[in-house]
């Protein structure tokens, strides 16, 4: 039985303060968006918009231009300060970088965070800060070649009914053991895009975008993610349904009782 999320009541009276760690392919498309969305909210009477902060310690490489938001003249630069101050000077945000790593010292204090990272150790340290900080949502946004999936879950015990996170459903996903040994960086942007499709990352951040707005102006959602798979043409809604978490082996007044094997970023 499908069932309805209600946002918590104080994003309705302050701004959200948002974390969105990672901004390369699916981060540097989806920043813009919710740049969009921080002046809708404003405009629809929201409070406070969106108060986002965004963390990477990437610089750009001659492989992201064409692939990622950036132009050749940013190569060498932060992706965060140039993202955050670009949006800040055309769209009067006030929005803040952090040219750092999210790791095991790491405490958000955070309402949301939005993982857009590509791999297990950077999703692990993403939901580890959670716990260890203010609790809160966690918005994975990963993909593969041409699939990928946007997940929003809940952090937090004290949570009557949570919604289950990418850990929850998908434990192979944080598991850093899974990383590929190969993480060297592609030498040509047609490398790069032997390895991923071109437009998966703005597939990914247009659900992200969605869901957002979905949970904004509703403020409610029926389903709490959203599978898409390129190659097949197809996108696949998570409902809020404990018999649906069930078929990914998350149960909610029990343990997991199987794994199984998904998409990873």
Known sequence: MTVTHTIPEEMTVRAWKVAVVGAGGTGSALLPNLARLHHAMLALGHPGGIDCTVFDDDTVSETNIGRQAFYPCDVGQYKATLLVSRLNMLMGTRWEAQTCRVDSRTRFQHDLVIGCVDTRRARKAILSGLVNGRNGYFLDCGNETDRGQVLLGQVGKKIAFRLPHVGDLFPELIDPAGDKADTAPSCSMAEALEKQSLVINQAIAVQAYNLLWTL??????????????????RTSPLPIDPAAWARFGYFPTGPKKSKKQAKSA
Do not use: D
Request: glycine share 16%; hydrophobic share 40%; net charge positive.
């Open 216 to 233: 904004f102006r509703t403020g409610t959602l029926s389903y709490s993610g959203v599978f898409v798979n390129l190659q097949a043409g």
